[in-house]
């Protein structure tokens, strides 16, 4: 093989214009995407962004009103569930209620005529790869817990032997504790498995922990795919930036001296280039609470505006507190070891760099 085609995996699905309408409602636009082969990719969003939407095309339910979905190669628009080489775990876990775990995840083998024995060796082996333990097979699936079901359905998806995995939001009813474990599971489970996983959720957490690329959706449209680090360290726009977590956000306009002057807070400020390079007579301002600090005597940043602090709140191991300047509040989070002795009706200066922050079009 040449040296170029070592370097990113090739696509196995290939998304092209996707448009699906239901009516006179768009509810995915203009979806350009290569899903490459092996990747866990997540598609983040709001609830009605359209994710559950993309992943019925690409799982065969439903037909793009426009555009081509091709695996491999070959055109699947028009390919039923059953005929590609995919499988689905489903959000409302779709297990047999009166049959046992052994039974449910050998489901698979016994419709393509494997022999008992065999069906039996392959599902404990499932369930050794999703950790359920040996003494569960014959047990009734109902009488498993939320998470050991979730294994069940898991093992049962692997008994197809698929070469992608397609997850409807099969976190979402779990508690949190064992959601973080389950989380660090499927990462591990992707990578012993070496599969496609592609995963939907409407938390960005989840999907920053186990996502090697992510995708996210807005208003029916894949605004930002990148990698967890991309998503969060080079938001494309405030809506990215805010679903990544708390901002804040200030508006500028360039003066006719060319500086930046605040919109809402009055102030000069300076500003790193927009990373799209466009020259902006407006831009918004995003800095993270984290990267906002608290200037002590005789510290420097970029960019300083007064306030007062009104709130503060444990967030465990960080303090953030609400600051007021002028008309806005602003965030400020500080590990719990820098945190203010009696914050409260304090005078602070805020501080930030540039290189801190993000310049955004919209
Ligand atoms: P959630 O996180 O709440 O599941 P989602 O991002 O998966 O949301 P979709 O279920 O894809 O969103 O829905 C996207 C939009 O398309 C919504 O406004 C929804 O009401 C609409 N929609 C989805 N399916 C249909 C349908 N069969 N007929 C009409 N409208 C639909």
Known sequence: ADALSTELPKPILQLVGIRKTFGAFTAVENIDLDVREGEFLTIVGPSGSGKTTLLRMLAGMDTPSEGNITLHGKLINDVPPNKRPTCLVFQSLALFPHKSVGENIAFPLKVKGVDAAARKARALELMRIVRLPESYFDKNVMKCSGGERQRVALARALAYDPEVLFFDEPLSAIDYKLKKTLE????????????????????????????????????????????????????????????????NTLKVKRAADGSWQGVDVPGTFTLAPPRSGAVLDEAFVVVRPEFMRILGPGESADNRLGGVVYNEYSLGSRIQYQVRVGAKVMLVELSRGRALPASLDRQVTLGWDAADAFTLES
């Open 184 to 247: 660090k599971e499927l990462k591990d489970l992707h990578r012993e498995t070496g599969k496609t996983f592609i995963y939907i959720t409407h938390s960005l957490e989840e999907a920053m922990v186990m996502s090697d690329r992510i995708g996210v959706m807005r208003a029916g449209r894949l605004v930002q795919v990148g990698t967890p680090e991309e998503i969060y360290g080079a938001p494309v726009d405030r809506f990215v930036c805010e679903f990544v977590g708390e901002v």
